[in-house]
């Protein structure tokens, strides 16, 4: 069993830069494939990074690549996502996901998930 909880949200205006937080709870953080999902208002949930086990191996949505950043520190039992160059397209809630199985990507099935953080871009 995990708990997932994020951090880190805000408002900030375009161009800026945010930092999203997850903490994990349980001894067994290290084993799990780690994800950032987000929803917008009006529109369905949408797979936006994740990272393996092995910090090496990320994966990034179109949408994202080249300005958001995943990382994870096993020790401490987080996972963060760097956001920068942020639009105002990036308005949503964040949500931190946990996979057991090690699945990082859009199609995996993530057992577990946090509350959420709410990210507001203004233009």
């Known amino acids: 069993q995990v708990q997932l909880v994020e951090s880190g949200g805000g408002l900030v205006q375009a161009g800026g830069s945010l930092r999203l937080s997850c903490a994990a709870s349980?001894?067994?953080?290290?084993?799990?494939?780690m994800g950032w999902f987000r929803q917008a208002p009006g529109k369905e949930r949408e797979f936006v990074a994740a990272?393996?086990?092995?910090?090496?191996?990320?994966y990034y949505a179109d949408s994202v690549k080249g300005r958001f950043t995943i990382s994870r520190d096993n020790v401490k039992n987080m996972v963060y996502l760097q956001m920068n160059s942020l639009k105002p397209d990036d308005t949503a809630i964040y949500y931190c996901?946990?996979?057991?199985?090690?699945?990082?990507?859009?199609?995996?099935?993530?057992?577990?998930w946090g509350q959420g953080t709410q990210v507001t871009v203004s233009s």
């Open positions: 996901a946990a996979d057991r199985n090690n699945c990082a990507g859009s199609g995996c099935r993530y057992d577990y």
């Open positions: 349980g001894r067994t953080f290290s084993v799990y494939a």
């Open positions: 990272i393996r086990r092995a910090e090496g191996f990320t």
